[in-house]
């Protein structure tokens, strides 16, 4: 048997120990006792025969702590970690039951070659397999349409706000002062605006905005929110297919907005045809920039499915995947100049917004890690020369 080097130990007082399978972000909570295996298995490959001899009597208090952390809210620390202890189910292990619970778990390995098993078999595989994956299995073990929960796990339940999370206290904070800093008197589009939140604050500044989304469900929400605002629009529009409300793009845009959407464009599971007509659908939008436009993608960064753990004043992330991912969905810097070179557009400036300071008194060590790697990247983009 053979202990697995990607594992990180916690000490959680109490005699208990937290075990981090940082590959598959799996969490094992048990006694300390294990410990004393572990530093047997440390010593060079051991037999299932030695392992008994000298352990046989052994019982290991344990909890499986792993759950999906994103659901609530999606930059919630990705490591899956439950932090109720007490309201965990506890089982005492002997050796045999210990070792199947750690090698289904990649804690231990019956060879010296890991094979992580990392893809989802089924639809109850609930911990397996890409984010989106995962996402989708959640919404079937919670009775919740993914449409319902991706408005839901950002806006409070008015639909008019947004919740005490990353998303107030860094994507507001920045698209706020973007906005009023550069809309004044401009002609704005917004791609996939959901319910028209972000478009209602870029009218208080813009001339024209207009809003266009595919789904039927939030552009009703955004009329009816957006009533008495002369100079908004919102319609259902699906960007890869040619826009029947073509007048209203006449004249062409000095912004236009893709907000949280553009990781989309690589991934197939949520959208197949955005990822296959990715190119085309940005030479269309810069067909629609007016001279000097820009395109503004705010998406997450490459540290937003980072889980994080230390110490509260000085966290750090574990990043286990970048070219080659089976959990993330953030596209690599190459991938995403590519697309844009090929687009027929360059990158004029790139920002990485600061979180605000309030929210600290929130989530400390959260604020501490945000404040080091940045959630989100925000890249303004204009037709090349």
């Known amino acids: 048997m053979h202990l697995d080097q990607n594992i990180i130990i916690s000490f959680l007082g109490q005699g208990r120990i937290r075990i981090y399978q940082t590959v598959v972000r799996r969490n094992i909570v048990c006694s300390r006792n294990v410990l004393e295996i572990f530093d047997f298995l440390a010593q060079g490959q051991q037999t299932w025969e030695s392992l008994e001899k000298k352990f046989s009597g052994i019982a290991v208090q344990y909890a499986d702590a792993t759950t999906f952390t994103l659901w609530e809210c999606m930059l919630f620390n990705p490591d899956n970690y439950a932090k109720d202890l007490d309201a965990l189910r506890w089982e005492s292990l002997g050796l045999e039951e210990l070792f199947k619970l750690f090698e289904k778990t990649s804690i231990v390995h019956a060879t010296p070659e ?183 993608i705010m998406d997450p960064s490459l540290f937003w499915l980072t889980p994080r753990l230390g110490e509260t004043n000085f966290p750090y992330g574990v990043i286990t995947e970048y070219k080659q991912r089976h959990f993330k969905v953030i596209p690599t810097l190459e991938e995403l100049t590519k697309v844009f070179y090929n687009a027929g557009i360059v990158i004029s400036r790139i920002w990485e917004p600061d979180i605000d300071e309030q929210y600290a008194n929130i989530d400390s060590r959260e604020f501490n890690f945000m404040k080091q790697f940045p959630q989100w990247w925000v890249f303004e983009l204009k037709k090349a020369d």
């Open 114 to 296: 890991v094979n992580y098993d990392l893809d989802k078999k089924g639809p109850f595989d609930r911990l397996k397999g890409t984010l989106h994956q995962q996402l989708g299995c959640e919404s079937m073990f919670r009775k919740q349409s993914l449409e319902h929960w991706w408005a839901h796990q950002k806006f409070n339940d008015d639909m008019a706000s947004i919740k005490e999370t990353p998303y107030k206290y860094i994507q507001e904070k920045f698209l706020e002062g973007y906005f009023k800093s550069n809309l004044t008197g401009k002609k704005v589009l917004e791609i996939g605006c959901g319910t028209g939140y972000y478009s209602r604050k870029m009218a208080s500044h813009a001339s024209v905005v207009v809003g266009l989304d595919y789904q039927q469900q939030y552009i009703t929400i955004a009329q009816e929110r957006s009533q008495g605002m002369a100079n908004i629009q919102f319609y259902v529009a699906d960007i890869v297919e040619e826009i029947k409300n073509e007048e209203v793009l006449k004249g062409g845009f000095d912004y236009i907005f893709f907000i949280d959407i553009f990781l989309f464009f690589f991934s197939g599971e949520f959208q197949n045809s955005l990822v296959e007509h990715r190119e085309k659908v940005l030479k269309k939008m810069a067909s629609l920039l007016k001279r000097g436009g820009q395109i503004v």
